[in-house]
């Protein structure tokens, strides 16, 4: 008498599993960070970007500090969420070492893209040069930008909406575009981000692309 074993139930999943080294490091520094702009506000004028102290005070450290502030909660939250999802399978597939090496160069250049972009004949941008600039989102930009072309078909979920993530980078890019002119979102460094991953992946081969 033949048996059946009992339906597989469809199990579901939310993110990429528990976090890789590296994108654990990250999330971990930008919440000490955070943190102590909480009690310490006048903190972000020394680690966040401003274009004329890194060109006239030679705060070069700037370029590298700023993706570490956010300015609240939900900025962070986003943000350090971002990094999870898509950062731990590139980690995965790359090594540490290659992954953070990418996230610090997409970052470093983001900002420096955001210095360039100040000089700029935009109004928006060139108020930028006097101005702070904070947050993840140029490395994070760039993160995306190496899923979509490791994983291009891979959907995800845009209000509620599966998108390939090739096309979800390609929306992203342009939403930052289109906000180029608003100088409260620093959009030079979103494309920034984009840019120098885009370069940098097309210079340098890594497993899996």
């Not at 900025?75 to 090496?101: C, P, Q, S």
């Not at 893209?113 to 928006?124: D, E, R």
């Amino acid at each position: 008498m033949p048996r059946y074993g009992r339906p597989t139930a469809i199990s579901y999943s939310f993110g990429p599993g528990p976090m890789t080294p590296a994108v654990k490091a990250i999330i971990w520094a930008n919440i000490a960070l955070f943190v102590v702009t909480l009690f310490y506000g006048p903190i972000v004028e020394y680690l966040g970007l401003v274009p004329e102290s890194v060109l006239e005070r030679l705060w070069i450290w700037q370029l590298g500090t700023y993706m570490f502030l956010h300015a609240g909660p939900l900025h962070i939250l986003f943000n350090m969420l971002g990094v999870w999802m898509f950062g731990t399978d590139l980690e995965r597939l790359w090594g540490t070492r290659t992954f953070a090496k990418y996230y610090a160069i997409t970052g470093v250049g983001a900002g420096m893209v955001a210095v360039i972009a100040s000089f700029l004949p935009i109004g928006a941008l060139q108020l930028t040069y006097s101005s702070v600039t904070i947050g993840a989102s140029g490395a994070l930009y760039g993160i995306l930008l190496a899923y979509a072309m490791r994983w291009p078909e891979r959907p995800i979920l845009l209000i509620l909406i599966p998108v390939p993530a090739k096309y979800f980078v390609m929306i992203y890019g342009a939403l930052a575009l289109l906000i180029v002119s608003d100088p409260r979102v620093s959009a030079a460094a979103h494309l920034g981000g984009l840019l120098v991953g885009y370069l940098y992946l097309k210079q340098v081969r890594f497993g899996g692309f």
